[in-house]
């Protein structure tokens, strides 16, 4: 029960509101298709919103919302394969949860310290890019929109997920 509740719960956690607003998912879908569909709803839906926030938290020129915005979406992109490969090994350790070696616990803290390290080295690369593009103090706010919003989510998703053994 825990295994095949705990990533529904982490994703009802991080984004209640926008779930109750979704369909029901078709009867033909296996559980394994239903984890993913709603993985990658909760984090298209994520994205849409950090999107939101930062657009509010900056203010553009239209010369600069032409440029900055596509920018800001590769940038999301790039972390959405980070965010992907985190929600793997989370649903890996939320599978194998009740027979948790030590291999697989130092292998699930591995997944998460290589994620931070991702992000890190995706959001130091774009603070650049976001230069070029903006003044130094927008494009460091952006970052620091992004990187407050980040930490917001990753405590959403820790505090459902128990503890190594």
């Known amino acids: 029960m825990i295994k095949s509740s705990m990533l529904a719960i982490v994703a009802a956690a991080v984004l209640a509101p926008a779930l109750a607003a979704d369909a029901p998912a078709t009867p033909a879908a296996t559980p394994q298709q239903e984890t993913e569909r709603l993985l990658t709803e909760v984090r298209n839906d994520l994205q849409a ?4 926030i930062v657009a509010k938290g900056l203010t553009l020129t239209a010369e600069q919302a032409a440029k900055f915005w596509p920018l800001f979406e590769q940038f999301q992109a790039e972390q959405n394969a980070v965010i992907d490969a985190q ?3 989370t649903q890996k350790y939320v599978d194998n949860y009740a ?4 291999a ?3 292998a699930y803290v591995n997944a998460l310290l290589d994620r931070d390290q991702k992000i890190h080295d995706i959001r130091t690369k774009w603070l650049t890019k976001f230069q070029t593009v903006l003044p130094p103090g927008a494009a460091a706010r952006a970052i620091h929109i992004d990187r407050r919003l980040g930490l917001l ?3 959403a998703i820790a505090s459902k997920i128990p503890l190594v053994r």
């Open 99 to 102: 027979k948790l070696t030590d």
């Open 104 to 106: 697989d616990s130092v």
């Open 49 to 52: 919103k950090r999107a939101d």
């Open 153 to 155: 989510s990753q405590l």
């Open 87 to 89: 929600l793997k090994a």
